[in-house]
Nanobody, 125 residues
Framework: QVQLVESGGGLVQAGGSLRLSCSASGHTFSSYAMGWFRQAPGKEREFVAAISWGGGSTLYAESVKGRFAISRDNAKKTVYLQMNSLKPEDTAVYYC??????????????????WGRGTQVTVSS
């Protein structure tokens, strides 16, 4: 089972940028599609972005399209989420996931695959 550790979260002002990283260990990283979800206080977990095994295909939630970019470096076993033009409503704990399939289920109750413990992103107005 792959292990995932997120990093790069923090406090940023509205309009600012952050780059999240998710490092994987324990398995062949390139055999997994990767994704990011987020969960704000009092809300269900929601899909943010996904990337295919080789990085040639990406998917985004409408709420982040044009502002966020997902990428991966299979040699470094890392997936990134570049977040620009951040808004207070982007405040959430961001979770990285590794999935066997692409595309993979993106519902709030998705429990397949491996998940990291999350990193907090707070956007102040």
């Amino acid at each position: 089972q792959v292990q995932l550790v997120e990093s790069g979260g923090g406090l940023v002002q509205a309009g600012g940028s952050l780059r999240l990283s998710c490092s994987a260990s324990g398995h062949t990283f390139s055999s997994y599609a990767m994704g990011w979800f987020r969960q704000a206080p009092g809300k269900e977990r929601e899909f943010v972005a996904a990337i295919s095994w080789g990085g040639g295909s990406t998917l985004y939630a409408e709420s982040v399209k044009g502002r966020f970019a997902i990428s991966r470096d299979n040699a470094k076993k890392t997936v990134y989420l570049q977040m620009n033009s951040l808004k207070p409503e982007d405040t959430a704990v961001y979770y990285c996931t590794a999935q066997d399939d692409y595309p993979f289920p993106i519902g709030p109750k998705t429990d397949s695959g491996a998940w990291g413990r999350g990193t907090q992103v707070t956007v102040s107005s």
